[in-house]
T-cell receptor, first 112, second 115 residues
């Protein structure tokens, strides 16, 4: 079993749609959680952290369920510029506070 | 502020040849990471440095891969000899101290093709 698992997609949605991505992680001792965004042939960039209470940043909402070891990302009112691969990232799987483990990513294409 | 700088951006070599990648992290970032990213996969950590010390190299294939960060700033990752399966994007990232330690800043990567 992979340490961080994501649905690879692709998700093809029309502009304005709401789309949700899910991610599961294997180690219940994991400490911190993030979503990174990676545009085609570009480097990954931090999109947002994920907190136990859930957090929102504009059109993006991230949630964490520690009991189920499950992380989600919701994008409302999708824009063409949201097209990218979204990487679920977990910190602390190896016991190191600075080590991030990346999922394989979920590809999103927003269609006009 | 300049971001993480990597060179070269692209490299094509024949198998069994050596290759080296260079990274200059963001100024003030003591932690430096080398990742490998295969097509359709997320980045996988190869090695992590805290200043000049390699503190996690458990995923580095030590028979052919080596890395150094002699003065705690720039770093070099080397493969010798390269194999076909080494074709991937090699990403360098850095992070700073304090509360933002978990936010890693990536360079543009070096896309390696081994023929």
């Amino acid at each position: 079993r992979k340490e961080v698992e994501q649905d690879p997609g692709p998700f093809n949605v029309p502009e304005g749609a709401t789309v949700a991505f899910n991610c599961t992680y294997s180690n219940s001792a994991s400490q911190s959680f993030f979503w990174y965004r990676q545009d085609c042939r570009k480097e990954p960039k931090l999109l947002m952290s994920v907190y136990s209470s859930g957090n929102e940043d504009g059109r993006f909402t991230a949630q964490l369920n520690r009991a189920s070891q499950y992380i989600s990302l919701l994008i409302r009112d999708s824009k063409l510029s949201d097209s990218a691969t979204y990487l679920c990232v977990v910190n602390g799987l190896s016991g190191s506070a600075r080590q991030l483990t990346f999922g394989s990513g979920t590809q999103l294409t927003v269609l006009p | 502020e300049a971001g993480v700088v990597q060179s070269p951006r692209y490299k094509i070599i024949e198998k069994k040849q050596p290759v080296a990648f260079w990274c200059n992290p963001i100024s003030g970032h003591n932690t430096l990471y080398w990742y490998r990213q295969n097509l359709g996969q997320g980045p996988e950590l190869l090695i992590r440095y805290e200043n000049e010390e390699a503190v996690d190299d458990s995923q580095l294939p030590k028979d052919r891969f080596s890395a150094e960060r002699l003065k705690g700033v720039d770093s070099t990752l080397k493969i010798q000899p390269a194999e076909l399966g080494d074709s991937a994007v090699y990403l360098c990232a850095s992070s700073g101290p304090g509360l933002n330690a978990y936010e890693q800043y990536f360079g543009p990567g070096t896309r390696l093709t081994v023929t």
